[in-house]
């Protein structure tokens, strides 16, 4: 599959859809191994079960300072490490050790694109018992090149039927590979009825996120998103953009979201490690604003791909500079 064409200010790659090239390699407890032979059985636990969880980093590289910068990895790995002990998976090392280690299997790979990070820790016991321990647990880190996830100028989206997977049956605020099904048939739903994305409600009919996103909306000039106690996944792409909104003097509210202000909002757009800051332009067929992209969501895409490419000198702690230091 052709690499998709570079957008004014997103990710540079293969499309989400691509098989992953094998020819890679991997951190696999510890041991760095060819991606083709870090491989699990098919009686493992997590396989059967869906008992793992995972993270999604992105690596951005910024040509003119020769340099791939790691966002937010530091941040990643502490919701890794918080995910792992809600399912009893022991992880190696803590966070700033496994971000080290990161990074150092990125200049193993001489990484000098746009990358995706994907640490992964499953219970690997081949047993047919269902629970969470004694069970053995298996750590692994990859990585491939990855361009956006989503369009970022104008996505459709449905309120899908189904709902959000409420945090006190499949905890919401841990990224748990087996609730990722909840996302998959939520976005399979849209996709066949012709959309691009899901925006999911919560058990009482409220908005929570998108299949694999947190919501924003912004009317009368203010950004409103649903609370963490809206059964969404406490977003580290999602605090970056309320802390750019509260930078710029834009009001930014943490408040329950009716499905009806989807259809009134001036402005809606997703984030995420993967979606980055991807503008909706339609909710059931009934455009967002003018139906184009609005101009909060403009000003927030350009200074966050500003600031992932280190051309921000304000937000260089969102960065790990996997060569060397931050360039002036």
Known sequence: MADQQPTAQGARGPAPEAEIDEQGWAWVDGQVVPLAEASI????????????????????????????????????YQRFSRSAR???????????????????L???????????????AIKASRTIKVGLRPLRDLVAVYTTPLGDYVPLA??????????????????????????????????DQAKSDGYDEAILLDQG???AEAS??????????????????????????????????????IPCAERQVDRTELYMADELFLTGTGVQVAAVTSVDRR?????????LTSRLQEQFFKAVRGLDQDRRDWLTPVYGALKP
């Not at 455009?287 to 101009?295: F, L």
Request: net charge neutral; proline share 6%.
């Open 287 to 295: 455009p967002v604003g003018d139906g184009a992209v609005g101009p």
């Open 154 to 187: 104008g996505l459709a989206a449905q309120v899908s039927s189904w709902r959000r997977i409420p945090d006190n049956a499949i905890p919401s605020r841990a990224k748990t590979t087996g609730s990722y099904v909840n996302a998959s048939l939520a976005l």
């Open 205 to 207: 009919g409220h908005v």
């Open 212 to 249: 694999a996103a947190n919501l924003f909306m912004v009317r009368s000039g203010r950004l409103i998103t649903p609370p963490v106690s809206a059964d969404i996944l406490e977003g580290i792409t999602r605090q970056m953009v309320i802390d750019l909104a509260l930078a710029f003097g």
């Open 106 to 120: 990125l200049r193993r790979l001489d990484v000098h694109q746009d990358v995706y990070i994907r640490p992964l």
């Open 41 to 76: 059985s098919l009686a493992a636990h997590g396989l059967n079960y869906g008992t793992g969880c995972f993270e999604g980093i992105r690596g951005y590289w910024q040509e003119a300072h020769q340099e791939l910068y790691a966002l937010k990895v530091l941040e990643h």
């Open 86 to 104: 809600l399912l009893r998976i022991e992880l190696p090392a803590g966070p700033e050790q496994m971000a080290e280690s990161t990074c150092a």
